[in-house]
């Protein structure tokens, strides 16, 4: 089996290179903080000390990471990816990152005899523990079939988009999606409890109707609990906006409700809850 490199193992990544573990795997990992790194080293990874050591090893370099600059350094970096990852080897980005940056990932790793394929994620971190995430992927599709079943292993809803860029566009089509979703999951839940419902039995009966959605389904009952953990960080869910609203305006496409979403998640993450998961939103609303 191919061995893979898997870097950044956060709330989503630990939990994809586990999957990759117990299926069998050879795995390398990286992280730049070690302490988070540490379950799966437990579980039989090996720990690399730098990202050019592991680039070196592995047949399939896996990236799932912060931001787009993030993602530029690791992969365009003089001690980066591409400088060290031998002809043949293939590299995955599962970051939501810039569908430019991925079409730059892309032409330099061609240049070097490197596959390149942009594969962001949708999920949260239920989906990454489940191994149910949808992965939405960018590249060649002949590179695309030969990593299916490594993608098997960590998703259930895996689509060919088209060419690079195309993973990173489509990731940017769901953020959008989830945007607008999200105010109204929260005003939903904001007006139950006004209205003196219970709004756990509000939920019962609209959440398998026409309002019904992912994030109403698992989100609604955290906002309700008042649980407010990261299964996906406010401060990357205002990154992912950022990027969908600099695509859509190169485009030259009018997104208003995106709009709307990133001037309340930057009040949000402006009063301390960067740190939050998205459900966070709530917390402007109930008041």
């Known amino acids: 089996m191919e061995t893979i490199g898997f870097i950044g193992t956060g709330v989503m990544g630990k939990s994809m290179a586990s999957h990759l573990l117990k299926a069998g795997y050879p795995l390398l990992v990286y992280n730049r903080t070690r302490s988070k790194a540490e379950e799966l080293v437990e579980m ?17 370099v896996i990236t799932m990471v912060g931001y787009p600059k993030d993602v530029e350094e690791l992969y365009l970096g ?35 005899g490197i596959h390149a394929l942009d594969a962001p994620v949708s999920g949260g971190d239920i989906g990454a523990r489940e191994a149910r995430l949808a992965i939405m992927v960018g590249g060649n599709v002949e590179d695309f079939e030969a990593m299916k079943p490594i993608f098997s292993r960590m998703g259930t809803n895996i689509v060919w988009q088209g060419e690079a860029g195309a993973g990173q566009h489509t990731k940017m089509c769901n953020q959008i999606a989830i945007a607008s979703n999200m105010i109204g999951v929260c005003e939903a839940i904001a007006y139950a409890k006004k209205a003196g419902l219970d709004p756990e039995r509000v939920l019962q ?83």
């Open 44 to 60: 039989g990874a090996k720990w690399e000390q730098s990202v050019a050591n592991l680039a070196a090893q592995a047949d399939v």
């Open 78 to 112: 003089e001690n980066g990816i591409l400088a060290n990852a031998g002809k043949g080897t293939y590299v995955i980005d599962m970051t939501t990152s810039s569908p430019t940056l991925a079409k730059k990932i892309y032409e330099a790793a061609k240049t070097k």
């Open 205 to 287: 009966s609209i959440s398998t109707g026409a309002a019904g959605s992912w994030s109403l389904s698992n989100l609604a009952p955290r906002m309700i609990a008042g649980n407010f953990e990261p299964g996906f960080y406010v401060k990357h869910f205002i990154k992912d906006m950022q990027i969908a609203l600099q695509s859509a305006k190169e485009m030259g496409l009018w997104t208003p409700g995106l709009e709307l979403a990133k001037s309340l998640y930057d009040r949000l993450a402006a009063e301390g809850f960067e740190e939050c998961g998205t459900q966070a939103l709530f917390k402007l609303l109930d008041k």
